[in-house]
């Protein structure tokens, strides 16, 4: 028998020594682990470090971190990840939600006062962490999730199951293929913008599914698509964001004066790139 304490160390050491992250990461990843394992908060893990740890949960906190070691990424080990404060499923049908998609959510949610009842509209919802936040931060709003893949819808549900947002409808389309003349007050989406040969599919973002990753040989053409038919589907003065890469923000700028919008700005993420554009369509 160990103590929680000791296991806890333990798996900090194999998790840094196996994986190319520093020793913050592996302590995260640790704890995540360990909690998950045992079903205990952050607090009680301090107040518990002294606690025996039996076999089988030991057992389980070593599978786990094999896993992990082997390459498997945590939220797909967990079955759980957290999206702004908030615990949402995760199986390898979706994306797993990044911290910068919380940058996206900030941007969007300046712009939607809390008594606005907006409708909304989430293209490639993946998990739904956007549909469902907005949902979930703007209760007035109605939003509608939309994704391509069945799959991906399957996870989307647990989630919607899981934060019982009433003001939620899911649908199945490619983009607005199924939207006939439906108009949105707000429209975001994060969608997959990598290069179809980007380097990164072979190594870290192997285990992720590749319809939530790429997009042409420019990694443009779901960008480009959803900025040209956004404007069919928007009210007077209806707000666009768009999640992309590092590297496409001026593309996006372009594509979004192209095709007259107006307003445009960027965010920043936390390194100071440029990763959302957004703009304003008031040509209705
Ligand atoms: C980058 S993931 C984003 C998932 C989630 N919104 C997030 O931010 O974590 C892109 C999503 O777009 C979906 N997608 C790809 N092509 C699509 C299409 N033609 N129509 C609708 N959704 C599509 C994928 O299935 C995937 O779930």
């Known amino acids: 028998m160990a103590t929680l304490r000791d296991v806890l160390?333990?798996?900090?050491?194999?998790?840094?020594?196996?994986?190319?992250?520093?020793?913050?990461?592996?302590?995260?990843?640790?704890?995540?682990?360990?909690?998950?394992?045992?079903?205990?908060?952050?607090?009680?893990?301090?107040?518990?470090?002294?606690?025996?740890?039996?076999?089988e949960d030991q057992a389980q906190i070593?599978?786990?971190?094999?896993?992990?070691?082997?390459?498997?990424?945590?939220p797909y080990l967990l079955g759980e990840w957290s999206f702004y404060g908030r615990t949402f499923k995760v199986n390898r049908n979706?994306?797993?939600?990044?911290?910068?998609?919380?940058?996206?959510?900030?941007?969007?949610?300046?712009?939607?006062?809390?008594?606005?009842?907006?409708?909304?509209?989430?293209?490639?919802?993946?998990?739904g962490i956007i549909g469902i936040t907005l949902a979930l931060e703007r209760p007035l709003s109605k939003v509608m999730l939309i994704d391509q893949s069945e799959d991906a819808l399957k996870n989307t549900k647990e989630n919607l199951a899981l934060h019982q947002a009433p003001n939620i409808t899911i649908q199945k389309s490619d983009w607005f293929g199924t939207l006939a003349k439906t108009k949105f007050d707000v429209i975001v989406s994060n969608p997959p913008y990598l290069e179809d040969n980007d380097p990164h599919l072979l190594e870290d973002l192997k285990y992720e599914p590749i319809h939530a990753l790429t997009s042409g040989p420019?990694?443009?053409?779901?960008?480009?698509?959803?900025?040209?038919?956004?404007?069919?589907?928007?009210?007077?003065?209806?707000?666009?964001?768009?999640?992309?890469?590092?590297?496409?923000?001026?593309?996006?700028?372009?594509?979004?004066?192209?095709?007259?919008?107006?307003?445009?700005?960027?965010?920043?993420?936390?390194?100071?790139?440029?990763r959302v554009t957004f703009g304003q369509y008031s040509i209705v």
């Open 94 to 127: 979706v994306l797993i939600p990044r911290a910068d998609t919380e940058i996206l959510i900030e941007k969007v949610l300046s712009k939607i006062n809390k008594r606005d009842a907006f409708n909304i509209l989430d293209l490639g919802c993946g998990t």
């Open 218 to 274: 420019t990694g443009m053409t779901a960008i480009a698509h959803i900025i040209e038919n956004a404007k069919n589907h928007m009210n007077r003065d209806a707000w666009l964001f768009i999640e992309h890469g590092y590297n496409q923000a001026e593309i996006a700028k372009d594509l979004f004066e192209k095709n007259g919008y107006q307003h445009i700005e960027h965010a920043k993420d936390i390194h100071g790139i440029h």
């Open 62 to 74: 070593q599978s786990i971190t094999d896993k992990r070691i082997s390459g498997i990424p945590l």
């Open 9 to 55: 160390k333990n798996t900090e050491s194999m998790l840094h020594q196996h994986i190319a992250y520093s020793l913050d990461e592996a302590k995260l990843e640790a704890r995540f682990i360990l909690e998950y394992v045992l079903k205990i908060n952050q607090k009680e893990m301090i107040q518990e470090n002294g606690r025996l740890l039996d076999g």
